[in-house]
């Protein structure tokens, strides 16, 4: 349970950087109530498989933002941990070993995939921008690189 609040909080932070870097750009809207926008809650990653179980012992949590350039590929790799996160700028596709693919848009939360080989896609022509979130535990990678796997 108290994992579940952690998990909560740090998406209601991430909302909050995303809006707050996004009204920097934009004629500031007055703001009278608190008005919570639920984004994702889902039991399954992207491709419909189901996650699996909380790791036992102390959990040990991280935020990762990445950036993409337009058009360039990451390597393949698998994440043995389970992961969300949301898109705040561009597009971005996910694209599995067997060929699934989910496209992502800015403002869309992304459940990946857990221990299943994937890399992310930047086909568009703009920079795109990902906050991750990982539920992990120390000492465990969050990602695994496969660099046998020709990109």
């Not at 189901?50 to 949590?61: A, K, N």
């Not at 058009?71 to 996910?94: A, D, R, S």
């Not at 535990?137 to 990109?151: A, D, F, K, S, Y």
């Amino acid at each position: 349970m108290i994992l579940l609040i952690i998990v909560a909080a740090i998406l209601l932070a991430a909302v909050i950087l995303i809006l707050a870097n996004r009204r920097k750009k934009e004629k500031p809207m007055p703001v009278t109530t608190v008005k919570p926008v639920e984004l994702i809650r889902t039991d399954r990653s992207w491709d419909g498989a189901e996650l699996p179980d909380y790791p036992q012992g102390r959990p040990e949590l991280a935020a990762v933002r990445i950036e993409f350039p337009a058009g360039q590929k990451l390597g393949w790799h698998h994440h043995p941990v389970m992961n969300y996160g949301i898109l705040t700028q561009g597009e971005l596709t996910i694209v599995s070993r067997d060929g699934q693919e989910k496209t992502v848009h800015a403002g869309e939360a992304l459940v990946e995939m857990v221990d299943t080989i994937h890399r992310g896609e930047n086909r568009g022509t703009a920079p795109a921008v990902l906050y991750m979130f990982y539920i992990s535990q120390e000492g465990l990678p969050i990602t695994v690189q496969h660099p046998e796997i020709p990109v």
